[in-house]
């Protein structure tokens, strides 16, 4: 039923994730009055590997929550390149990248700490999503659904923000199908927990298997079970989907013998209950907002899990939001507008950077296997380490300021470009 209150600064924020959670609590610092929806019956647990840049770290500062999100990074890593033999050399992980200094951790990790940092008494609603939305130059009624119930209602609010993921609901009602925007990379990534470590690898070790199309890794946390990666090359992500994810992941490494380390993660995968498996997809689109509705994290901007940057990006995204509409406070068009221009050439770099940042994970070809393992060789010559170091420091980083966003004036070699975090800064 149609509300009958003020709705001018009530948004509608569609998700419970790190888009949706940062959204809500810096607009809630800005003003307006936040209603979360998720489709999900409750928040869900855990999740795979992140990794958390600068500009993350300080978008959750600015926020308030950066001290209640647990940093797992272990200062005692070491990362191993490792073949179907057993055998193995040095590598070069997420968390040994010359200078770019990520935090490592769960995904949960950071939800965790948006979720205790949410406004007291914010109106959650679970089980529940937009089927319907219509607006005018002073706002939107959405229709929503019940899934407990069935039952379905309208609310009217002041602008809508759609945080529900790569294949937001909000967005197809409002921009239109996913096919518009979604750009498939014909890739697919399984995660899960790797509960016991490795036989072999030290609790705070990593291992990657990079093969032509395929490629398998782990990560560990201080004070958690480390998490595995497996990630492909694939023709048909559909009939991958429809197949699931233990018997895709087991066809797409098993073409010979998986050996020691790989066929014990792949026996651990097949025993988990608790999996994540999906294509690569990016969202391309070139305005993330229309009249007072706008799109937040994976929904606008879907970089995928290989660009490492996802939840950096969502918690930037949403911080710099509510900044733009305090900057235009009786204009949310034109916040909107403000802030999209500032976001876009950031992102777009992001995503012309994903095919170097999937090179390291999972090499195409034999072409880039050979680079890719000359790569992790020369950077993990301590000469080379140094002036890729020194590179990375002189690189005049991505600037977030006051509101502010601008791109580099160069581009540096496809690494260093691919791992540097952006500069975030704020007065």
């Known amino acids: 039923?149609?509300?009958?209150?003020?709705?001018?600064?009530?948004?509608?924020?569609?998700?419970?994730?790190?888009?949706?959670?940062?959204?809500?609590?810096?607009?809630h610092q800005a003003g307006w009055e936040p209603v979360v929806i998720e489709r999900a019956p409750a928040r869900r647990p855990g999740g795979h590997f992140i990794a958390l840049f600068g500009t993350g770290r300080i978008a959750a500062e600015r926020l308030g929550v950066l001290d209640l999100i647990e940093n797992r990074t272990n200062p005692d890593h070491?990362?191993?390149?490792?073949?179907?033999?057993?055998?193995?050399?040095?590598?070069?992980g997420f968390g040994t990248i010359p200078s770019a200094a990520p935090w490592i951790l769960l995904r949960g990790d950071v939800e965790d700490g948006l979720y205790k940092g949410l406004p007291e008494g914010l109106d959650i609603r679970y089980s529940t999503s937009p089927v319907d939305l219509h607006q005018d130059p002073d706002g939107v009624d959405v229709t929503l659904r019940d899934a407990t119930t069935g039952d379905e209602y309208m609310e009217r609010f002041g602008l809508v923000?759609?945080?529900?993921?790569?294949?937001?609901?909000?967005?197809?009602?409002?921009?239109?199908?996913?096919a518009n925007y979604l750009t498939p990379l014909n890739y697919m990534v399984a995660t899960a927990l790797l509960e016991p470590q490795l036989t072999g690898i030290p609790d705070s070790d990593s291992v990657v298997l990079a093969e032509p199309g395929r490629s398998f890794w782990t990560f560990s946390f201080t004070n958690h079970a480390p998490s595995m990666l497996f990630s492909y090359r694939t023709d048909d992500p559909a009939a991958e989907l429809q197949r699931g994810a233990v018997d895709s992941v087991q066809r797409a490494f098993t073409t010979s013998s998986p050996g020691p380390f790989l066929g014990e993660a792949l026996e651990h995968f097949a025993a988990t209950e608790h999996t994540v498996f999906d294509s690569a997809q990016q969202i391309r689109m070139r305005?993330?907002?229309?009249?007072?509705?706008?799109?937040?994290?994976?929904?606008?901007?879907c970089m995928t899990l290989y660009s490492g940057y996802g939840a950096s990006c969502a918690l930037a995204g949403g911080d710099l939001l509510g900044t733009f509409l305090?900057?235009?406070?009786?204009?949310?068009?034109?916040?909107?507008?403000?802030?999209?221009?500032?976001?876009?050439?950031?992102?777009?770099?992001?995503?012309?950077?994903?095919?170097r940042s999937r090179?390291?994970?999972?090499?195409?070809?034999?072409?880039?296997?050979?680079?890719?393992?000359?790569?992790?060789?020369?950077?993990?010559?301590?000469?080379?380490?140094?002036?890729?170091?020194?590179?990375?420091?002189?690189?005049?980083?991505?600037?977030?300021?006051?509101?502010?966003l601008a791109l580099p004036s160069k581009l540096t070699p496809a690494l260093i470009e691919a791992s540097a975090p952006v500069q975030y800064q704020s007065n």
């Open 287 to 301: 305005q993330f907002h229309t009249g007072r509705v706008v799109l937040v994290g994976d929904s606008a901007w």
């Open 161 to 178: 923000v759609g945080a529900d993921g790569m294949r937001s609901s909000i967005r197809r009602l409002a921009f239109g199908p996913d």
């Open 1 to 27: 039923m149609p509300t009958t209150q003020d709705t001018s600064r009530r948004v509608l924020v569609v998700g419970l994730g790190i888009a949706g959670m940062s959204t809500a609590i810096r607009l």
């Open 78 to 92: 070491h990362s191993w390149e490792i073949d179907r033999k057993g055998r193995k050399r040095p590598g070069l």
């Open 326 to 355: 305090e900057q235009h406070p009786r204009d949310v068009p034109a916040a909107l507008a403000a802030w999209n221009e500032r976001m876009y050439p950031h992102v777009s770099n992001q995503h012309n950077l994903v095919g």
């Open 359 to 404: 090179t390291l994970f999972t090499p195409h070809d034999r072409r880039e296997q050979i680079a890719r393992t000359a790569l992790v060789r020369a950077l993990n010559t301590p000469g080379v380490q140094a002036l890729a170091v020194k590179q990375m420091q002189r690189h005049p980083t991505l600037s977030i300021k006051d509101g502010d």
